[in-house]
């Protein structure tokens, strides 16, 4: 694994490399052998179309603020400090790197908690795939040492997309 790449425990295998030169999961495959990586393109192609990706531009725009928020601030403090301890079990080669996810991801959750207080969702009030990308790293993040009892509106947001109609909980 190269200084830029990360693993969140699934080696790329060879197959993968051909489909995307990321080398990267998740991966889509599409009919007609095209590919499509990252996540949450992932989603908007899947969502659109569906009361998960509103069609009117402001709210529109709303979920690619929350997709963008997710991959720049959230996904890289809190699910590589989750990666450092769950799937490398925190050796002390990398505990300057684990150190260094703790006060951006603690900043991320509270972006989180300043906005989902008095909101029920991410946008428009309804359930949209921001809050599905956001729940993703979000419902694992105590097992990257983060506290998730310092935010209420956060746990309670959880719960909320937990019980939503479709969900299924990871093993
Ligand atoms: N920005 C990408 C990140 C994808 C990513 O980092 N995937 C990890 C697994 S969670 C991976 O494939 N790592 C293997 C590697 O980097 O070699 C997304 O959201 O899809």
């Not at 080398?23 to 007609?32: F, Q």
Request: proline share 7%.
């Amino acid at each position: 694994m190269g200084a830029r790449r990360r693993s969140c425990g699934a080696d790329p295998y060879a197959g993968v490399l051909a489909r995307n030169p990321g080398g990267r999961i998740p991966l889509l495959e599409i009919e007609g052998g095209v590919h499509l990586p990252e996540s949450n393109a992932i989603l908007a192609y899947l969502a659109d179309g569906t009361h998960l990706l509103p069609g009117d531009r402001l709210p529109r725009a709303q979920v690619l603020q929350w997709l963008f928020f997710e991959q720049y601030s959230h996904e890289p403090n809190i699910a590589v400090a989750r990666y450092i301890i769950r799937y490398l079990g925190r050796p002390q080669t990398h505990e300057a790197a684990l150190q260094a996810k703790i006060a951006p991801g603690y900043a991320a959750l509270a972006v989180m908690e300043t906005h989902l207080s008095g909101r029920a969702f991410f946008v428009g009030g309804r359930y949209t795939i921001a809050d599905i990308a956001l729940y993703a790293y979000t419902h694992v993040a105590h097992e990257g040492g983060f506290d998730l009892g310092r935010f209420p509106a956060v746990t309670g947001w959880l719960e909320r997309v937990g019980r939503q109609p479709g969900h299924v909980a990871m093993p």
